[in-house]
C-alpha cells in the first residue's frame, strides 16, 4: 500500500512540474509576440524572416537564469564575464541590415551567448562564430548544442583576424565596436557581401560595409552603444 501511495505521489509531483514547465514555455511564447509586435514591427523592423525567426528562438535560454524573467525586455542584458546580450531590436535590425540569402555563409564575430548566432543559423546556410572569451566560448558551444544548432561552427580566437580558413563570407556580423573597420574582415568578404558593423570608441555608429569590384563602400546606418571589441581575452576578463 506504503509503495503504491510513493508511486502515486510521485506522478502527482512529476505532472506538477510537467505542467508548470508548460505554462513557463506559453509564457515566454507570448512575450515572444509582444517583444516581436511592440518592439520590432513598430520600429520597422518588416523582412519576414526576421520576424518569424525572432519569434521562434527561446532568447530566454540565452540569458542566466536569475534574469530570465527579463529576457525579452526591450534591452541589452549582462551574460557574465563583462559581455551583454544586445537589445532584440539591435539583433533584429542588424540581421536585417545584412540582408541574407538561405544560402549564405555567415561570420560572427562576438559569440557571446550564442544568441545572434542561433537567429542567423534559422536564416541561412552556415554560420561561423568566434569568441574571444574561452567561457563564453564552452557555454555557448554546449548550449546551441543542446538546442540542435547543426549548421553553426564555432572557434575561439581573436576576432579580428576573421577566419581566413573558412572565408569568403556573404555576410559578416560583428557583435562588438572596434575603432575602426578591420581590415582582415573587410578582405574576407564575398565579391558583393555585406558586413554590419558596430565601429568607434565612446561614440558608435553602425554600419552597412559592402565589398565592390571597386572596393569597400560604408554607409552609416545608426548610433549604437556596444562593448568594445579587443584583440585579447584579457583585455575583456571581468567577473562574471
Not at 548566432?117 to 568566434?130: D, M, P, T
Not at 569568403?168 to 582582415?184: H, K, L, N, R, S
Not at 565612446?202 to 548610433?223: A, D, N, Y
Request: with cysteine; proline share 5%.
Amino acid at each position: 500500500m506504503r509503495k503504491r501511495l510513493a508511486i502515486a505521489t510521485g506522478f502527482f509531483i512529476f505532472a506538477i512540474l510537467i505542467s508548470s514547465a508548460l505554462a513557463q514555455e506559453d509564457d515566454f511564447s507570448l512575450q515572444r509576440k509582444k517583444m516581436v509586435e511592440e518592439q520590432l514591427i513598430s520600429r520597422g523592423i518588416s523582412d519576414e524572416r526576421v520576424l518569424e525567426v525572432m519569434a521562434k528562438v527561446p532568447r530566454h535560454m540565452f540569458v542566466p537564469e536569475d534574469i530570465r524573467s527579463h529576457a525579452y525586455a526591450d534591452t541589452a542584458l549582462r551574460i557574465g564575464y563583462g559581455q551583454t546580450i544586445s537589445q532584440p531590436y539591435i539583433v533584429a535590425f542588424m540581421t536585417q541590415a545584412a540582408a541574407l540569402k538561405p544560402d549564405d555563409r555567415v561570420l560572427e564575430i562576438g559569440t557571446g551567448s550564442g544568441y545572434q548566432a542561433a537567429i542567423l543559423a534559422e536564416i541561412v546556410k552556415e554560420v561561423y562564430s568566434i569568441e574571444i572569451l574561452e567561457p563564453l566560448y564552452n557555454e555557448s558551444l554546449a548550449r546551441l548544442e543542446k538546442l540542435g544548432y547543426a549548421n553553426i561552427t564555432l572557434k575561439c580566437a581573436d576576432g579580428y583576424a576573421g577566419w581566413k580558413e573558412k572565408a569568403p563570407f556573404d555576410a559578416i556580423i560583428v557583435t562588438a565596436a572596434p575603432a575602426e573597420i578591420p581590415q582582415a574582415l573587410a578582405e574576407q568578404l564575398a565579391m558583393g557581401g555585406r558586413m554590419v558593423i558596430p565601429v568607434g570608441e565612446f561614440f558608435q555608429s553602425l554600419f552597412l560595409v559592402t565589398r565592390t569590384e571597386s572596393g569597400i563602400e560604408k554607409q552609416p546606418l545608426l548610433p549604437v552603444r556596444f562593448v568594445p571589441m579587443v584583440h585579447s581575452a584579457g583585455e575583456a576578463k571581468a567577473q562574471p
